[in-house]
């Protein structure tokens, strides 16, 4: 099959559509009606001679087909990105999609170098659009090696080949129980990891066995592998476990958490950004590193303490 404008425009709609889960989610965002959706689906599908997915009272649902020619769509996509991009550097020109992915509940970080970044990125190239995916740190680590995002923004514990890290910021991370637990009582004081090792944890997904080492658990009672779903099992009062101070803060003030014992049971997150090794970047997306780097630096100048950092 030769690729087309056409084929492109009709794999930019099917991604956007198993983006939003379904033909009704993609209506605004495509800002075309569901008629129209259909036909361009079936265009797709003719063209392709597949059935990409099912759709009907039972809602929407990729075939085994459809979900491997969406892995390879986003694929093309992002390579089709990149060259625009580079294109447009030739004409000494900032444009084109840059990808790049990211964790949830880091906007309410103070230290967070993102918002300054995209803000001075945006009046520095203002013919870029940012298309930003909201990822955990291994589907991130994943896409960025096959091309699907261009660069990615995240807490990665484990190094694995074909990434590049650069060294971004820290966050701290806080021991946490809520106030209708067991240890709320004396979490302010002295708590002894004996007692601690006895309570049900709600670790994150891949941080689990560093949790469980630090507090000296044969298991976690529960996985999350986001921090909105772990705040949540904290709150009902069942578990303990870490959350950024910043985020937990609103819960804190209301009395509803209590951090257990931050002498001791202080760590941090090291987040970074990482690229596909070997691959040369785009000026696109060498800015935008230049500009995650430069908005870290600037608020590290800020801290007390050095808890945060660049290296």
């Given amino acids: 099959m030769q690729v087309q404008d056409t084929d492109l425009k009709?794999?930019?709609i099917f991604e956007t559509i198993?983006?939003?889960g379904g033909f009704a989610a993609a209506q605004p965002i495509l800002n075309i009606g569901a008629s129209s959706i259909s036909e361009y689906m079936s265009q797709l599908e003719t063209r392709l001679g597949l059935r990409l997915c099912e759709r009907g009272r039972a809602g929407f649902r990729l075939t085994e087909e459809g979900a491997n020619l969406h892995a390879a769509a986003q694929r093309l996509l992002g390579a089709v990105d990149s060259f625009?991009?580079?294109a447009g550097a030739l004409r000494n020109q900032l444009s084109g999609v840059l990808r790049f992915g990211m964790i949830e509940a880091t906007l309410t970080?103070?230290?967070?170098?993102?918002p300054i970044a995209i803000r001075e990125f945006g009046?520095?190239?203002p013919?870029?659009?940012?298309?930003v995916q909201i990822e955990t740190p291994g589907?991130?680590?994943?896409?960025v090696l096959d091309g699907r995002l261009h660069l990615a923004v995240g807490p990665f514990p484990v190094r694995i080949p074909g990434l590049d890290y650069l060294p971004l910021y820290r966050e701290e991370q806080g021991l946490y129980c809520a106030s209708t637990h067991p240890l709320h009582e004396r979490a302010k004081g002295r708590v002894p990891v004996s007692l601690l090792s006895k309570q049900r944890l709600a670790a994150r997904a891949y941080l689990g066995s560093q949790e469980l080492k630090l507090l000296r658990m044969p298991e976690a009672?529960?996985?999350?592998d986001n921090v909105e779903g772990r705040a949540m099992l904290i709150l009902s009062g069942n578990y303990i476990g870490f959350l950024p101070p910043h985020y937990a803060r609103p819960w804190v003030d209301s009395g509803l958490l209590t951090r257990i014992d931050p002498e001791h049971y202080a760590t941090h997150l090291d987040f970074q950004i990482i690229t596909r090794k070997g691959a040369e970047s785009a000026r696109v997306v060498q800015a935008f590193c230049n500009q995650l780097r430069t908005a870290a630096r600037q608020l590290n100048h800020t801290t007390r303490g050095g808890k945060k950092h660049v290296d």
């Fill in 109 to 114: 970080d103070q230290y967070s170098p993102l």
């Fill in 18 to 20: 198993v983006r939003c």
């Fill in 139 to 143: 589907s991130m680590e994943q896409h």
């Fill in 84 to 86: 625009h991009m580079e």
């Fill in 221 to 224: 009672a529960a996985s999350v």
């Fill in 127 to 131: 013919e870029v659009r940012l298309h």
């Fill in 10 to 12: 009709l794999l930019r």
């Fill in 123 to 125: 009046q520095m190239a």
